[in-house]
T-cell receptor, first 115, second 113 residues
Framework: AQSVAQPEDQVNVAEGNPLTVKCTYS??????LFWYVQYPNRGLQFLLK??????LVKGSYGFEAEFNKSQTSFHLKKPSALVSDSALYFC?????????????FGKGTMLLVSP | NAGVTQTPKFRVLKTGQSMTLLCAQD?????MYWYRQDPGMGLRLIHY???????AKGEVPDGYNVSRLKKQNFLLGLESAAPSQTSVYFC????????????FGPGTRLTVT
Protein backbone atom coordinates (compact mmCIF):
# COMPACT_ATOMS: atom_id res chain seq x y z
CA ALA A 1 0.00 0.00 0.00
CA GLN A 2 1.13 3.52 -0.70
CA SER A 3 1.72 6.03 2.10
CA VAL A 4 3.01 9.51 2.69
CA ALA A 5 4.65 10.96 5.80
CA GLN A 6 4.99 14.61 6.66
CA PRO A 7 7.13 14.48 9.78
CA GLU A 8 6.54 18.07 10.90
CA ASP A 9 3.14 19.27 12.07
CA GLN A 10 4.34 22.87 11.86
CA VAL A 11 7.23 24.75 10.31
CA ASN A 12 8.11 28.27 11.41
CA VAL A 13 10.26 30.55 9.28
CA ALA A 14 10.96 34.27 9.11
CA GLU A 15 9.98 36.22 6.03
CA GLY A 16 12.81 36.33 3.52
CA ASN A 17 14.41 33.11 4.76
CA PRO A 18 14.37 29.88 2.77
CA LEU A 19 11.76 27.31 3.70
CA THR A 20 11.56 23.53 3.45
CA VAL A 21 8.52 21.36 4.10
CA LYS A 22 9.41 17.69 4.27
CA CYS A 23 7.67 14.71 2.69
CA THR A 24 8.65 11.07 2.43
CA TYR A 25 6.71 8.38 0.61
CA SER A 26 6.34 4.64 0.32
CA UNK A 27 5.06 2.92 -2.83
CA UNK A 28 5.51 -0.44 -4.45
CA UNK A 29 6.33 0.96 -7.85
CA UNK A 30 7.34 4.30 -9.34
CA UNK A 31 5.57 7.25 -7.71
CA UNK A 32 3.69 10.25 -8.97
CA LEU A 33 4.10 12.97 -6.32
CA PHE A 34 2.11 16.13 -5.71
CA TRP A 35 2.09 19.14 -3.41
CA TYR A 36 -1.08 21.05 -2.57
CA VAL A 37 -1.67 24.14 -0.45
CA GLN A 38 -4.75 24.99 1.60
CA TYR A 39 -5.46 28.51 2.77
CA PRO A 40 -7.88 29.01 5.68
CA ASN A 41 -11.47 28.02 4.89
CA ARG A 42 -10.58 27.14 1.31
CA GLY A 43 -10.19 24.01 -0.75
CA LEU A 44 -6.82 22.60 -1.73
CA GLN A 45 -4.89 24.18 -4.58
CA PHE A 46 -2.38 22.32 -6.73
CA LEU A 47 1.22 23.59 -6.46
CA LEU A 48 3.39 21.16 -8.41
CA LYS A 49 3.93 17.54 -9.35
CA UNK A 50 6.68 15.09 -10.19
CA UNK A 51 5.92 12.57 -12.88
CA UNK A 52 9.25 11.76 -14.47
CA UNK A 53 12.40 13.49 -15.67
CA UNK A 54 14.24 16.29 -13.88
CA UNK A 55 14.37 15.72 -10.13
CA LEU A 56 13.83 19.43 -9.43
CA VAL A 57 10.28 20.46 -10.18
CA LYS A 58 9.15 24.08 -10.31
CA GLY A 59 5.61 25.08 -9.49
CA SER A 60 3.29 27.93 -8.64
CA TYR A 61 4.10 30.96 -6.44
CA GLY A 62 7.87 30.36 -6.59
CA PHE A 63 7.75 26.93 -4.96
CA GLU A 64 9.86 24.01 -6.08
CA ALA A 65 10.35 20.45 -4.92
CA GLU A 66 13.20 17.99 -5.15
CA PHE A 67 12.53 14.33 -5.86
CA ASN A 68 15.06 11.99 -4.28
CA LYS A 69 14.46 8.38 -5.18
CA SER A 70 17.15 6.91 -2.91
CA GLN A 71 15.75 8.73 0.12
CA THR A 72 12.13 8.36 -1.04
CA SER A 73 11.61 12.04 -0.38
CA PHE A 74 9.89 14.94 -2.13
CA HIS A 75 10.60 18.05 -0.06
CA LEU A 76 8.93 21.36 -0.89
CA LYS A 77 11.19 24.40 -0.97
CA LYS A 78 11.14 28.13 -1.58
CA PRO A 79 14.23 30.36 -1.58
CA SER A 80 12.57 33.33 0.15
CA ALA A 81 9.41 32.93 2.24
CA LEU A 82 6.54 35.41 2.25
CA VAL A 83 4.03 36.02 5.04
CA SER A 84 1.35 35.17 2.48
CA ASP A 85 2.85 31.66 2.15
CA SER A 86 1.45 30.84 5.59
CA ALA A 87 -0.95 27.95 4.98
CA LEU A 88 -1.42 24.19 5.34
CA TYR A 89 0.64 22.13 2.90
CA PHE A 90 -0.15 18.58 1.81
CA CYS A 91 2.06 16.08 0.05
CA UNK A 92 0.33 13.32 -1.92
CA UNK A 93 1.42 10.23 -3.81
CA UNK A 94 -0.06 8.02 -6.43
CA UNK A 95 1.25 4.52 -6.84
CA UNK A 96 1.44 3.57 -10.50
CA UNK A 97 0.37 0.07 -9.57
CA UNK A 98 -2.85 1.17 -7.89
CA UNK A 99 -5.01 1.22 -10.98
CA UNK A 100 -7.08 4.34 -11.00
CA UNK A 101 -6.00 7.89 -10.29
CA UNK A 102 -6.46 7.97 -6.52
CA UNK A 103 -4.09 9.88 -4.28
CA UNK A 104 -2.92 9.21 -0.76
CA PHE A 105 -2.39 12.42 1.21
CA GLY A 106 -0.10 13.15 4.11
CA LYS A 107 -1.52 14.65 7.29
CA GLY A 108 -0.37 18.13 6.35
CA THR A 109 2.22 20.61 7.61
CA MET A 110 1.27 24.07 8.80
CA LEU A 111 3.70 26.68 7.56
CA LEU A 112 3.85 29.90 9.55
CA VAL A 113 5.91 32.74 8.11
CA SER A 114 6.56 35.57 10.56
CA PRO A 115 7.14 39.18 9.43
CA ASN B 1 -15.39 28.75 -15.40
CA ALA B 2 -16.66 28.14 -11.89
CA GLY B 3 -14.43 25.07 -11.51
CA VAL B 4 -15.67 22.78 -8.75
CA THR B 5 -18.62 23.96 -6.67
CA GLN B 6 -20.18 22.38 -3.60
CA THR B 7 -23.56 22.86 -1.96
CA PRO B 8 -24.28 23.51 0.80
CA LYS B 9 -21.34 25.31 2.43
CA PHE B 10 -22.47 24.59 5.97
CA ARG B 11 -24.96 22.19 7.51
CA VAL B 12 -25.95 21.06 10.97
CA LEU B 13 -27.70 17.71 11.31
CA LYS B 14 -29.12 15.78 14.22
CA THR B 15 -28.03 12.19 14.70
CA GLY B 16 -30.05 9.91 12.43
CA GLN B 17 -30.97 12.55 9.88
CA SER B 18 -30.05 12.20 6.23
CA MET B 19 -28.67 14.63 3.71
CA THR B 20 -27.06 14.87 0.30
CA LEU B 21 -24.03 16.94 -0.62
CA LEU B 22 -23.85 18.08 -4.21
CA CYS B 23 -20.64 18.56 -6.20
CA ALA B 24 -20.60 20.04 -9.68
CA GLN B 25 -17.72 20.64 -12.07
CA ASP B 26 -17.69 22.47 -15.38
CA UNK B 27 -14.28 21.31 -16.63
CA UNK B 28 -15.55 18.16 -18.37
CA UNK B 29 -13.44 16.00 -16.06
CA UNK B 30 -13.88 12.25 -16.14
CA UNK B 31 -12.85 11.53 -12.56
CA MET B 32 -14.49 12.87 -9.40
CA TYR B 33 -13.74 12.29 -5.72
CA TRP B 34 -15.15 12.86 -2.26
CA TYR B 35 -12.80 13.39 0.69
CA ARG B 36 -13.24 14.20 4.33
CA GLN B 37 -10.77 16.33 6.26
CA ASP B 38 -10.37 15.94 10.00
CA PRO B 39 -7.79 17.66 12.23
CA GLY B 40 -4.51 15.76 12.27
CA MET B 41 -5.82 13.19 9.77
CA GLY B 42 -5.18 14.89 6.47
CA LEU B 43 -7.58 14.08 3.65
CA ARG B 44 -9.15 10.65 3.43
CA LEU B 45 -10.88 9.38 0.32
CA ILE B 46 -14.50 8.35 0.82
CA HIS B 47 -15.65 7.36 -2.67
CA TYR B 48 -14.62 8.17 -6.19
CA UNK B 49 -15.88 7.85 -9.73
CA UNK B 50 -13.99 7.31 -12.97
CA UNK B 51 -16.93 8.04 -15.20
CA UNK B 52 -20.67 8.64 -15.45
CA UNK B 53 -22.57 5.77 -13.86
CA UNK B 54 -19.53 4.28 -12.09
CA UNK B 55 -18.44 4.61 -8.46
CA ALA B 56 -15.91 2.93 -6.21
CA LYS B 57 -15.06 2.84 -2.53
CA GLY B 58 -12.15 4.74 -1.08
CA GLU B 59 -10.42 4.48 2.26
CA VAL B 60 -13.40 5.39 4.51
CA PRO B 61 -16.67 4.54 2.68
CA ASP B 62 -18.80 3.27 5.58
CA GLY B 63 -21.90 5.34 6.27
CA TYR B 64 -21.79 7.10 2.90
CA ASN B 65 -23.27 6.46 -0.53
CA VAL B 66 -22.57 8.20 -3.82
CA SER B 67 -24.07 8.55 -7.25
CA ARG B 68 -22.76 9.88 -10.57
CA LEU B 69 -25.79 10.07 -12.84
CA LYS B 70 -24.36 12.94 -14.86
CA LYS B 71 -20.73 13.49 -15.77
CA GLN B 72 -20.63 16.92 -14.18
CA ASN B 73 -22.24 15.98 -10.86
CA PHE B 74 -21.17 13.75 -7.99
CA LEU B 75 -23.51 13.34 -5.01
CA LEU B 76 -22.52 12.21 -1.54
CA GLY B 77 -25.28 10.90 0.69
CA LEU B 78 -25.45 10.28 4.41
CA GLU B 79 -28.41 8.01 5.14
CA SER B 80 -28.27 8.19 8.94
CA ALA B 81 -25.83 10.79 10.19
CA ALA B 82 -23.61 10.08 13.19
CA PRO B 83 -21.46 12.46 15.26
CA SER B 84 -18.37 10.70 13.85
CA GLN B 85 -19.31 12.14 10.47
CA THR B 86 -18.75 15.68 11.70
CA SER B 87 -16.08 16.88 9.30
CA VAL B 88 -15.24 19.11 6.37
CA TYR B 89 -16.06 17.43 3.08
CA PHE B 90 -14.22 18.22 -0.13
CA CYS B 91 -15.10 17.27 -3.65
CA UNK B 92 -12.45 17.14 -6.36
CA UNK B 93 -12.24 16.35 -10.04
CA UNK B 94 -9.50 15.53 -12.53
CA UNK B 95 -8.92 14.54 -16.10
CA UNK B 96 -8.67 10.84 -16.83
CA UNK B 97 -5.23 9.32 -16.51
CA UNK B 98 -2.60 8.65 -13.93
CA UNK B 99 -0.77 11.92 -13.63
CA UNK B 100 -3.34 14.69 -13.71
CA UNK B 101 -3.77 16.95 -10.73
CA UNK B 102 -7.06 17.18 -8.89
CA UNK B 103 -9.09 20.38 -8.61
CA PHE B 104 -10.88 20.91 -5.32
CA GLY B 105 -14.11 22.58 -4.35
CA PRO B 106 -14.39 25.01 -1.40
CA GLY B 107 -15.69 22.40 1.02
CA THR B 108 -18.80 21.70 3.10
CA ARG B 109 -18.58 21.95 6.86
CA LEU B 110 -20.93 19.40 8.41
CA THR B 111 -21.74 19.16 12.10
CA VAL B 112 -23.74 16.25 13.46
CA THR B 113 -25.11 16.73 16.96
Amino acid sequence: AQSVAQPEDQVNVAEGNPLTVKCTYSVSGNPYLFWYVQYPNRGLQFLLKYITGDNLVKGSYGFEAEFNKSQTSFHLKKPSALVSDSALYFCAVRDLNSGYSTLTFGKGTMLLVSP
Amino acid sequence: NAGVTQTPKFRVLKTGQSMTLLCAQDMNHEYMYWYRQDPGMGLRLIHYSVGEGTTAKGEVPDGYNVSRLKKQNFLLGLESAAPSQTSVYFCASSRAGEFHEQYFGPGTRLTVT
